[in-house]
């Protein structure tokens, strides 16, 4: 099998018999940065004695992505442990280069006569790309497989064959297939080969903001978050949009990085599902349908690659709002980034963002809506804020989200709809402790007074020791005049 015509599946691997080859395979890692029920490994373990498990630190992908510390950071943990745990077994051992990854794939090929590379699917256009070009260019089988996600591309269709744009009839379908569950890797070995070392967050170009809390990241961590969320799933449904609460899973930086799949954390409901089957299940459900979504944004962004950079609603890319981009209102970008708009719930939310690098999904929603309706900025100038700041940034679960919110995107919340960040405060911070906790100057502020200080008198403010417009912001705008303007632009674009 020489020379550029050998045969190159991409979509399955070569499997003729339960034979296992001594021919080398690589396993070239990516995402999933683990080894248990790494699909592209359990293949290559099935098909061959001899498997080198694989990771390029991407030149490409460093220099061109918008990537911020808490994220690298939580990669680079991930990758490290992913290489300790390897190191730990006998005879395995994570080979890692840095480079471009067609060139590091080529170099090692040729160091190892390796026969085969197989590798996991990712979705991005970047990764697509990537993926295409290795595919074409390699002169061994390209072997790849589905692992990020329970459903891809299109395996759920309309009756009419068309991929959905309705996220509640996906969901159904999604929810109706059966599901594989988690898989282990057969025994191999691998060559003793000469490894880069993980380069430093400061060789990256990477420093630690000040006084930021970042998370670690490591298969580790996402086992123990799973097993810590195992009694909290089961009153999901109602305490996951009550921030104060913090009771939801924070499992989606680990199925980013892959340190834990989306099958073992199925799965692991469905099997605390079957401990209490008298029980009310509609929490583990709420939480699955998270998986739903993620699969489904997956799929909206393979299907419809242009929602990156352009709005997915067609009467909307046609003629766009016209949003104002942060170079054009820098005062008004530099208040919401940095919580100062004077609205407190937005606030908490934007400083809990740059304090630790996640944010509430309740707060995600209200944030980006405020973004739009109130402020009218560019979704792409938020969207970059996001993928930098955001530990768990997911390019089609971010796009998604955020284009839902300005009504532009797939399923999107109608134009008219406009988050009140008062009354969603008031619904789900009640007592104000999660504003109380993100924005200290407000911590004496009385609860009736909590989620709109500004109507306080001096009197009061003098009692709880915050002045309105010098220890903490007048609000940045009127939202009922915004909420009003914002309605009659998109009216005015259905109109045209």
Not at 46 to 52: A, F, M, Q, R
Not at 57 to 77: C, M
Not at 148 to 176: A, C, H, Q, R
Request: charged share 35%.
């Amino acid at each position: 099998m020489e020379g550029k015509n050998r045969r190159k599946p991409t979509d399955s691997f070569f499997k003729t018999s339960q034979i296992r080859y001594p021919v080398t395979a690589i396993v070239w890692i990516r995402r999933s940065l683990r080894e248990h029920d790494n699909t592209a490994l359990v293949k290559a373990s099935e098909e061959h004695e001899e498997v080198i498990p694989f990771y390029v630190v991407d030149d490409n992908y460093f220099e061109t992505a918008e990537l911020g510390y808490p994220r690298v950071k939580f990669w680079q943990d991930s990758l490290k442990e992913l290489k300790n745990d390897l190191n730990s077994k006998e005879g395995k051992d994570l080979v890692v280069r840095k480079g471009k990854p067609l060139e590091q794939l080529e170099k090692i090929i040729e160091e190892t006569g390796a026969d085969a590379v197989y590798h996991n699917r990712d979705y991005t256009p970047y990764s697509r790309e990537r993926d295409e070009k290795v595919s074409e260019e390699l002169d061994v089988p390209v072997n790849t497989f589905k692992d990020i996600v329970m459903f891809e591309k299109k395996e759920i269709l309309t009756n009419s064959g068309t991929p959905y744009k309705v996220y509640s009839y996906y969901k159904k379908k999604w929810f109706d297939r059966d599901k594989r569950r988690p898989q282990e890797v057969e025994e191999y070995t691998t060559p003793d080969l000469n490894s880069d070392e993980i380069p430093s967050l400061q060789q990256l170009g990477f420093e630690k903001p000040e006084d930021m809390e970042v998370w670690d990241g490591g298969r580790e961590n996402g086992l123990e978050r799973i097993e810590d969320f195992k009694d909290k799933i089961w009153n999901y449904n109602e305490n996951r949009d009550y921030a104060w609460k913090d009771d939801t899973s924070k499992l989606s930086p680990h199925l980013k990085f892959g340190t834990v799949s989306i099958r073992e954390v199925f799965w692991e409901s469905e099997r605390i599902k079957a401990r209490n089957p008298n029980d009310d299940t509609s929490g583990i459900e709420t939480w699955q349908e998270e998986l739903a979504w993620r699969d489904y944004y997956m799929q909206i962004l393979w299907n419809y690659p242009h929602e990156v950079n352009e709005p997915f609603m067609d009467k909307y890319r046609d003629n766009e709002p016209d949003w104002d981009s942060k170079e054009e209102e820098p005062e008004k970008w530099k208040r919401w980034v940095e919580g100062k708009t004077g609205y407190p719930f937005v606030d908490a939310g934007m400083r809990q963002l740059k304090k630790t690098g996640f944010m509430h999904n309740r707060l995600r929603m209200v944030v980006t809506n405020f973004s739009c309706k109130d402020l009218w900025l560019d979704w792409r100038d938020v969207h970059d804020y996001f993928s930098k700041m955001f530990v768990d940034a997911e390019i089609a679960a971010m796009v998604g989200g955020i284009q839902w919110s300005y009504s532009i995107g797939t399923d999107a919340q109608p134009y008219f709809r406009v988050f009140n960040p008062t009354s969603q405060a008031e619904r789900y911070d009640p007592d104000g402790k999660y504003i109380r906790k993100w924005v200290p100057e407000l911590e004496d502020v009385p609860d009736e007074h909590i989620h709109e200080p500004w109507k306080m008198n001096k009197l009061q403010q003098q009692d709880c020791g915050v002045e309105i417009g010098e220890d903490y912001p007048e609000p940045i705008v009127d939202h009922d005049e915004k909420r009003k303007e914002s309605v009659e632009r998109f009216e005015k674009l259905e109109e045209d």
